[in-house]
């Protein structure tokens, strides 16, 4: 049952997570195989790639998105695994089973798991089921704007409608008052049946100033689990996250751990294995409530990885190979220290409107306890198509205050000339006394805004 070692992965993704998974290729002496679109023909992956196959036009649909080029190319390449990064096709259970049918290993969870995980509705049944805490609200998918006015009434205004087969923030609604109710139903219904691929929705109690916590967890494929500790994630605007941190100074040592212990029964339970997300809400009184899960690495996880001192991208390889949590695993899991993460993102900080173009001058922080992840480097073009995620600049310190100061300096140390960056924002977030007291929630970012949006 346990597959041999990969000789070759081919890396379904591209920018800083493509380079990323190459990097962690290379140190356990795997192959790999970049694809790559017409805009990222100079791109790094494709660079440090030992093999690299163009699968199409600038436009993701036609390429990163091409089940059939990408699986032709893995054919053509004769890899032994896909690893698709985050985003993209990588929580996407039809292609995890195409993988499945060539015979070649989709680095992420099976397929079925996926699914359960991304019907929203039924992964929230699942976790109440298993004793992880849920937001009061619904049970199933509401049947009718009836139904969800009765279940309303049950837990008390206001609530949120939510697309079963959305998340990330799309398709929501928050509805204040019984009169409003049937109305942003409709609406929500009728978002949610054209933008994905199902009308269903589900009720929960609405949280107006929560915190956004994400616990990081690995799955083998023999039902062995280990939880990670959490992130922070609550410094975002619109859906996008900006400034991540572990641990998080607002949960305790006695909620993580009980958290923990739910989270490694229930992911046992589903056959969870990949490494994974799950996202919770903590609300005024600093309650944990899990809303979804992602079955992927994420964009965040270098803060995990100094604080753990485990390599998740490895650990995903490995993982997919058949290997045992407990061969993977230098041993217990502990947290030490404090890691934080900004997201360099090419847009002008101010209207975060998005600025591609070519970059004349980089030059990436170093020193001490400070990581740079990223695809940049001098004379490269940020092309318009796709996010616009530059670089992670992620420190570390022994305790939040050193990682932080750590970060303002690394920040003062980061060029990046001819195009607008994100970095003036940060240095205003990292010099705000609310943020340094650890004082927000997810509505922080919206005072650094013109128009307070
Ligand atoms: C919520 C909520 C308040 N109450 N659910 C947005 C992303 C999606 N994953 C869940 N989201 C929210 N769900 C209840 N019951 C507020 C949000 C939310 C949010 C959550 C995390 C991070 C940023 C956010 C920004 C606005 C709304």
Not at 258 to 283: K, P
Not at 438 to 443: A, R
Request: glycine share 10%; aromatic share 8%; hydrophobic share 40%.
């Amino acid at each position: 049952m346990p597959s041999a070692p990969f000789k070759k992965i081919l890396i379904a993704n591209r920018g800083e997570i493509a380079v990323r998974i190459i990097s962690a290729c290379k140190e356990l002496g795997i192959q790999t195989v970049a694809v790559y679109s017409e805009a990222d023909r100079y791109s790094s992956h494709v660079r440090f790639a030992d093999q690299a196959i163009c699968i199409g036009p600038a436009k993701s649909a036609r390429s990163y998105l091409d089940q059939p080029s990408i699986i032709s190319a893995a054919e053509i390449t004769n890899v032994d695994a896909i690893h698709p990064g985050y985003g993209f096709l990588s929580e996407n259970p039809g292609f995890a089973e195409v993988c499945e049918t060539s015979e070649i290993k989709f680095i992420g969870p099976k397929p079925a798991v996926i699914r359960l995980m991304g019907v929203k509705e039924q992964a929230r049944a699942f976790m109440r089921q298993m004793g992880v805490p849920v937001l009061p609200g619904s049970t199933g998918v509401l049947g009718s704007p009836e139904e969800a006015l009765e279940t309303a009434e049950c837990i008390g205004y206001p609530v949120i409608l939510k697309a079963s087969a959305g998340g990330g923030g799309r398709g929501m609604r928050v509805v204040n008052r019984p009169d409003e109710l049937a109305g942003l139903f409709a609406q929500a219904q009728s978002e949610a049946g054209s933008a994905f691929s199902s009308p269903d929705l589900y009720l929960e109690k609405y949280i107006a100033a929560p915190r956004h916590i994400e616990f990081q967890v690995l799955g083998d494929e023999h039902q062995g689990v280990e939880i990670l500790g959490e992130r922070e994630c609550s410094i975002q605007r619109r859906h996008q996250k900006l400034l991540e941190e572990s641990p998080s100074l607002a949960v305790s040592d006695a909620q993580r751990a009980e958290i923990g212990a739910a989270l490694r029964r229930a992911l046992a339970a589903a056959g969870y294995s990949n490494a994974g997300t799950v996202e919770f809400l903590m609300d005024e009184d600093g309650k944990l409530y899990f809303i979804e899960v992602n079955a992927r690495v994420q964009v965040e996880h270098p803060v995990t990885e100094f604080v753990t001192g485990i390599d998740i991208v490895k650990s995903q390889i490995r993982i997919a190979q058949g290997e045992r949590l407990e061969e993977i695993l230098p041993g217990p899991v502990t947290l030490r220290g404090h890691a934080i993460e900004c997201r360099i993102n090419a847009e002008n900080p101010d209207t975060f409107v998005p600025s591609p173009g070519r970059i004349t001058g980089f030059h990436a922080p170093g020193g001490i306890g400070v990581r740079v992840d990223t695809w940049a480097y001098t004379d490269c073009v940020v092309p318009p198509y796709y996010d616009s995620l530059l670089a992670k600049l992620i420190t570390y310190g022994n305790d939040r205050g050193e990682a932080i100061r750590r970060m303002q300096r690394a920040l003062s140390m980061f060029i990046v000339e001819g195009i607008y960056t994100s970095i003036p924002l940060h240095q205003r977030i990292l010099a705000d006394p609310d943020f340094q007291a650890g004082k927000f929630d997810t509505n922080f970012v919206k005072r650094f805004m013109p128009a307070g949006k």
